[in-house]
């Protein structure tokens, strides 16, 4: 019998022009939390879709159990007690919590010879399975009433439904806060106990560090090694990720903010419970940050500001001279753009290529005789975007669903500077991207405020902004409670600016 519960031997997929998987290893033991981790487009996702069968290995084994198994598709991994919990969640909202859960097996009836479904052993179910994990949620409530975080908690109580031996956590904490990461945890601990395998999929190295007890890393679609949690260092796991050493996190700060250029004043929403209040200004050639915990209406705030929201009050002031902004085009015709915080779910258009997603905001541009799209000069920023912002693809024709996430975010920014903005406003603009991608992005924020861009860049992560911003503004229950420069841009006072009204 084997000492693992899961085994993947020599894995090798291969797509057109790509070999996303060279050779990769995975071992995994009942009751353990097995870390999987690598730069974006070190192939973690393509070998655990391989695992969950959505993809059929070209090379390998994979042992389950001690026994060597084909997964031919998704429901026989389910039936074999293979679960994942994916990142990009695909809930039904208008549908029940135990609905969600007993989602494609729900658990059925005879009533006068006819089948239909038994709501009261699946309600009895589905609140056993929130019971033995100890979450406390009406079963019977509609799936959106509950936020992201709560649904991804239900993703979890879907796997245990099925008596999963193995649950693959894709990015489990990337909208969590610290409150519902230790829930999570927790969770985790209850499942291990259980003999449950957890192949947990992560960018942040303190989790790993605080929940793992193995840890895997790939490169290039390679692996390159295991070794116990314990002992492990974060220097050490960046450099098996990206090949060398990284000394410094972020690039030097060398843009010279100027005069002010941007001016918002007391923007307020039309909802009570939302922003109220807001003024702020942005220098030219200036990054800055804007921090606050979940619920503080950062993105509803500059989603607003770039006419995707209403508002009851407020004027904005570019050099001086009040613009008006009532829609996206009004923002886009006054120089600004919008990376926005959901890169899946409204930054990319997943089913188009690498150029129609550069060339979408800015088509008019391009146009020859008013009516039709010239092509060749389209072709030729794309080229020049694929250049300068080191974008891995293998032509801009590839469908940008399937570049890694750092290469999927440089497309989009890629897509607003075909714009040339003179404000670009970034919403998480290196969530669920790897160390060695965040560094890139980071080199392209500060050559664009090096060339006089505003950047106005909004960030949960407290040391990617004082890493990165020139002053940081701080946001608490929809209002401004400060702003920090210098010697203060430190994380206790942005934490106590950031919980000053609760």
Not at 295 to 301: I, K, N, Y
Not at 389 to 408: D, E
Not at 439 to 468: D, F, H, P, R, V
């Amino acid at each position: 019998m084997s000492e693992f519960l899961l085994e993947m031997k020599d894995i090798c997929k291969s797509f057109p022009g790509v070999k996303a998987l060279d050779h990769a290893n995975l071992n995994l033991h009942a009751g353990s939390v097995h870390a999987l981790m690598g730069e974006n487009g070190a192939g973690k996702s393509t070998l655990m879709k391989c695992l969950f069968g959505i993809y059929k290995k070209d090379e390998g084994e994979v042992i389950f159990e001690g026994q060597p198994v084909n997964i031919e598709n998704p429901l026989d991994a389910l039936q074999r007690g293979i679960a994942i919990v994916n990142q990009e969640l695909q809930p039904i909202p208008e549908r029940s919590i135990a609905e969600n859960i007993y989602v494609g097996r729900y658990p059925t009836k005879n009533v006068a010879g006819v089948k239909i479904i038994d709501h009261k052993a699946m309600y009895a179910g589905a609140q056993r399975v929130l019971d033995d994990l100890g979450i406390d949620f009406d079963v019977t409530a509609k799936l959106s009433t509950l936020t992201i975080s709560q649904q991804q908690l239900v993703e979890i109580c879907k796997a245990c439904v099925y008596d999963a031996k193995i649950i693959i956590l894709d990015e489990p904490t990337s909208s969590l806060t610290a409150g519902e990461v230790k829930k999570l945890f927790e969770i985790i601990a209850k499942l291990r106990a259980k003999g449950c395998g957890i192949i947990y999929i992560s960018h942040k190295m303190d989790e790993i560090l605080q929940i793992s007890d193995e840890v895997t890393i790939m490169r290039d679609g390679k692996y390159i090694g295991t070794w116990p949690t314990e002992g492990l260092t974060i220097d050490f796991i960046i450099k098996q990720e990206v090949g060398r050493d990284m000394k410094n996190m972020y690039p030097p700060k060398d843009n010279i903010p100027g005069e002010t250029y941007f001016k918002v004043d007391d923007y307020t929403s039309i909802f009570d419970k939302s922003f109220q209040h807001c003024s702020f200004e942005v220098k030219k050639g200036e990054i800055l940050g804007v921090a606050g915990l979940v619920g503080a209406q950062r993105t509803e705030l500059m989603e607003c500001i770039y006419g995707l929201r209403s508002k009851t009050d407020g004027k904005l002031y570019k050099e001086g001279k009040e613009i008006s902004i009532t829609k996206p085009v009004d923002a886009m015709d006054n120089g600004l753009a919008l990376l926005t915080e959901d890169r899946r779910g409204t930054g990319i258009f997943g089913v188009l290529p690498i150029d129609d997603n550069v060339s979408v905001a800015s088509l008019s541009d391009y146009l020859k005789f008013r009516c039709l799209l010239d092509h060749k000069a389209i072709g030729q920023v794309v080229d020049k975007s694929i250049k300068e912002l080191s974008i891995k693809t293998p032509s801009q024709k590839t469908l940008i669903k399937n570049l890694s996430g750092g290469n999927q975010q440089k497309v989009i920014i890629s897509r607003w500077l075909a714009k040339e903005p003179d404000i670009l406003i970034m919403d998480e603009p290196t969530r669920g991207i790897d160390v060695g991608a965040k560094y890139e992005i980071y080199c392209i924020i500060e050559n664009l405020a090096k060339e006089g861009k505003s950047i106005i860049m909004i960030s949960s992560e407290m040391g990617e902004l004082i890493g990165m911003a020139d002053r940081i503004m701080v946001m608490c229950e929809g209002r401004v409670t400060g702003i920090v420069e210098g010697d203060d841009m430190n994380q206790e006072k942005i934490m106590e600016l950031s919980t000053m009204f609760m």
